[in-house]
């Protein structure tokens, strides 16, 4: 573990070192932001529950959420409780200071992925904006200093996980009620 601890630092450090610039720092703090209890993704859900033609989509959206929060947020930072990077690397500045102490996995990615996977699930299309807001967000927490690439990595692939049953999930009820409703 300590060779993915030492990478996971150096990448950190990089990013540092040669991507961050002070006109960048606000455009990809305002990035990060958009994550934040996954505000950006509960608007876009909820804006698809009013259609009933993407009614699914957010439905799927916000089942997917809940299960982000349930596991990685609310089990897996408390589990592991890996500290922040600035936590135990005085060298790495963050550019924002967090609301919780655990850095594994990125909430803000989880969420994201989570989201972007279930809308992907009903529309390529919309997925893949969803998709390319999801890949931007999860960047932001290593370029603002708050999540190493691992967490981030994670994040994506569970919140990739996550979206696929909710998903899947919906679509079962949803078609279960409908064939019920067909019996009758």
């Known amino acids: 573990m ?6 996971d630092h150096a990448v950190l450090i990089w990013i540092a070192e040669h991507i961050r610039q002070e006109w960048l720092n606000p455009v990809v703090i305002a990035i990060t932001s958009l994550g934040n209890a996954g505000a950006v993704w509960l608007v876009l859900a909820l804006l698809f529950l009013v259609r009933p033609r993407t009614r699914r989509w957010g439905t799927a959206m916000l089942v997917a959420l809940v299960l982000g929060v ?7 930072k408390n589990w592991i409780a890996r500290p922040r990077p600035f936590r135990t690397y ?3 500045i963050p550019l924002l200071i967090p609301g919780d102490v655990y850095s594994f996995p990125s909430g803000h990615t989880l969420s994201s992925f989570c989201a972007a996977t279930a809308c992907f699930g009903y529309s390529r299309r919309a997925g893949t904006v969803c998709y390319l807001l999801a890949g931007l967000i999860g960047l ?9 690439p691992t967490d981030v990595l994670a994040g994506a692939l569970l919140g990739i996980g ?23």
Request: charged fraction near 15%; glycine fraction near 10%; aromatic fraction near 12%.
């Open 140 to 148: 932001s927490r290593l370029y603002v200093g708050v999540h190493y």
């Open 90 to 92: 005085t060298d790495i």
């Open 70 to 76: 349930l596991v990685g947020n609310l089990w897996l």
């Open 2 to 7: 300590e060779w993915i601890q030492a990478a």
């Open 162 to 184: 996550l979206g696929i049953i909710a998903v899947w999930s919906v679509n079962q009820i949803a078609d279960g009620i409908r064939f019920g409703r067909m019996r009758r």
